[in-house]
Each structure stands twice: as structure tokens, then as C-alpha cells.
């Protein structure tokens, strides 16, 4: 899978998740950055990559996505891995 379309399948998550229609990606986006993005709905977020995605985030690795950028990167390497 190739950046720009996991970047769109990601926004589309986002905005799903957090009910915003206006969503614009950008690496550093992070909890407390959109609204409705807390440390509960982070964890509702990621859940919901995992299903759009169709992968799994062990513990550790949740614990290491803070930010959009870093889920993209991890959607990115999982995509290169398979």
C-alpha cells in the first residue's frame, strides 16, 4: 500500500471516529489536537485502524502511537511486511 492511499483511508477513519468532516492530515496530529481526540477515543481510534486496516497493535505498540504520523508509518511497514 503506498502513502497517499493510506493517508486517505486513515483521514477516513478519523473522521468516522471523531465525528469531524473537516479532518485535515498532518503527521503531527495528535490526542488533544481535534476535537473529541482524547486518551479514551485514541483508543477507539486505533481500534478502528485495526479493523479498517485489517491489523493488530500488540500493547507495545500502542503505547508508541502518539501521533497520526506514527500510525501511517506503522500502517505503512505492516503493508511492506505482508
Do not use: C
Request: proline share 1%; hydrophobic share 45%.
Amino acid at each position: 500500500m503506498n502513502r497517499p492511499e493510506a493517508e486517505t483511508r486513515l483521514v477516513a477513519v478519523m473522521r468516522d471516529v471523531f465525528d469531524e468532516d473537516d479532518i485535515q492530515y498532518d503527521d503531527r496530529l495528535a490526542v488533544g489536537d481535534v476535537s473529541g481526540w482524547d486518551s479514551l477515543s485514541h483508543v477507539r481510534f486505533l481500534r478502528a485502524v485495526e479493523k479498517q486496516f485489517g491489523l493488530y497493535f500488540t500493547s507495545r505498540e500502542v503505547d508508541a502511537l502518539k501521533s497520526a504520523g506514527d500510525v501511517l508509518n506503522a500502517i505503512i511497514l505492516r503493508s511492506l511486511l505482508v
